[in-house]
């Protein structure tokens, strides 16, 4: 008799099980709540779907499930697509992406395997419910029910909501005593004062951005900040989010705009300034440096103007090197959380205390969850895709075979 699989949700990771699963010989049925399957794998990486990474070091990833490390070492990304027709090409920074440069082209691979396979699709069904009896799943859908050997939960976090994607599995699978943890939008920008930032919106500079826990700096990283008229955003921001939204009120953001310099380098390089344009207002001093906008509100922020002439604000040695301070190291607050609607994935989910090494729920045999529906998040760069991928497949192996742990 062939095992009877049901994946619960069409994403990234409800796919990748889907697709393992059939090919281990079960009779597999995905239930998908939105018309259609895969519709965050559209708008994955601007359109361009950012599917993997060269560097999977662990350092990307975030979260208390232990099993991740090993899961994404015995996971080949390019080999997987690969095997469905799909051809990658890989950056100068080790992100991946598919030759085509389109995320539907993604899409269409995924959903020609698992068709290929014989896996059904049906879309517009929300699972409501799971019950255990005796050794099947029973997967409630409103007034539908069905039975399967192994259920899988791959119905994503938090983020994202209008994808159908909003947590909503997380008090079922509670009900069934596994430990959630508090999901946070995570990959998203970092709210702080609208004061300062409001006549900044739109700008970008190159900055060194550090987060910082009570005072302490928990995260350093390179990269373009952006300017939103209520937060900072921007890849490294991005990455510093979860802290931030970990820490709330509590956390800070610290940029440094000088990041490429040395201290003596940008010691010699404000003297110069000094001399050239000492007659013009401080406004005017850094504009062949930074954004003129941005040296303007930094030279405010450090001595209260920017009309005075430059060689007037920054006649002494200490003038300098405080305005250096201001520079390399201004903190903004950070004033609360962004929204999921925000966020490119959620940070918490099912713990990994409540998992066993197959990511199946301890003590309920037949039950397993992969993809961001678990405690595991990553970085920008294809980390979050290359953990849907690789633990859809491992759980859709073992859903497969008889041996449920
Ligand atoms: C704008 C954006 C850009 C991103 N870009 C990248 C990128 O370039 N690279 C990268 O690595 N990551 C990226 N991510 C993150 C990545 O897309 C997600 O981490 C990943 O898609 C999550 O896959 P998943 O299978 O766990 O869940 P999802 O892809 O979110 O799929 C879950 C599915 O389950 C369905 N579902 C939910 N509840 C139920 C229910 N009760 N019954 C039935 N179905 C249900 C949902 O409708 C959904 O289709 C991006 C995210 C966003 C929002």
Redesign the pocket.
């Known amino acids: 008799m062939r095992r009877r699989v049901i994946v619960?949700?069409?994403?990234?990771?409800?796919?990748s099980a889907a697709i393992a699963a059939a090919e281990q010989g079960a009779s597999v049925t995905v239930?998908?709540?939105?018309p259609r399957?895969?519709?965050?794998?559209l708008?994955?990486?601007?359109g361009?779907?950012?599917?993997?990474n060269e560097n999977l070091a662990m350092l990307h990833f975030h979260g208390t499930n232990p099993y991740a490390s090993a899961i994404m070492q015995q996971f080949d990304t390019k080999k997987f697509f690969r095997g469905m027709g799909l051809y990658t090409r890989t950056d100068a920074e080790g992100r991946m992406y598919p030759a085509s440069g389109t995320a539907a082209s993604v899409l269409d691979a995924l959903r020609f395997r698992a068709e290929q396979l014989g896996a059904e699709m049906l879309c517009d069904?929300?699972?409501?419910g799971l019950k255990q009896t005796g050794k099947k799943w029973q997967i409630i859908?409103g007034d539908t029910q069905f039975m399967a050997d192994a259920a899988i939960v791959?119905?994503?976090?938090s983020?994202?909501p209008a994808?159908?994607?909003?947590g909503?599995?997380f008090p079922?699978l509670k009900r069934l005593g596994l430990t959630v943890i508090p999901p946070r939008p995570a990959?998203c920008p970092v709210p702080t004062d609208a004061a300062i930032v409001k006549p900044l919106k739109g700008i970008r500079v190159r900055a060194e951005a550090s987060a910082y826990a009570g005072g302490k700096c928990v995260r350093r990283e390179r990269g373009e900040v952006q300017f939103t008229d209520r937060a900072l955003s921007g890849i490294c921001i991005f990455n510093l989010s979860r802290i931030a939204a970990m820490h709330g009120t509590k956390a800070e953001i610290g940029l440094d705009l000088l990041p490429d310099y040395s201290g003596a380098e940008c010691a010699e390089m404000l003297q110069e300034l000094v001399k050239q344009r000492g007659e013009y207002p401080a406004a005017e001093l850094l504009s062949g440096l930074l954004p003129k906008r941005v040296g303007e509100v930094w030279v405010k922020a450090a001595f209260g103007t920017a009309n005075a002439a430059a060689a007037e604000l920054l006649h002494s040695e200490a003038a300098q090197r405080h305005l250096l301070e201001v520079l390399r190291g201004r903190r903004f607050p950070v004033t609360g959380t962004a929204s999921f609607a925000q966020?490119?994935?959620t940070a918490g989910g099912i713990a990994g205390q409540s998992l066993t090494k197959t990511l199946a729920a301890k003590g309920l045999p037949g039950l397993y969850i992969?993809?961001?529906?678990v405690d595991t998040?990553?970085d920008?760069?294809?980390?979050?895709?290359?953990?849907?991928w690789a633990s859809?497949v491992y759980v859709g192996k073992f859903a497969a075979n008889q041996n449920n742990m």
């Open positions: 619960i949700g069409g994403g990234a990771s409800g796919l239930l998908e709540r939105q399957v895969g519709r965050k794998i708008l994955t990486g601007n361009r779907c950012n599917l993997g069904r929300q699972v409501t859908c791959a119905a994503g976090g983020a994202a994808c159908g994607t909003d909503n599995m079922i990959l966020a490119q994935v992969c993809g961001e529906a998040d990553g920008c760069g294809g980390y979050n895709l290359t953990w849907c859809g």
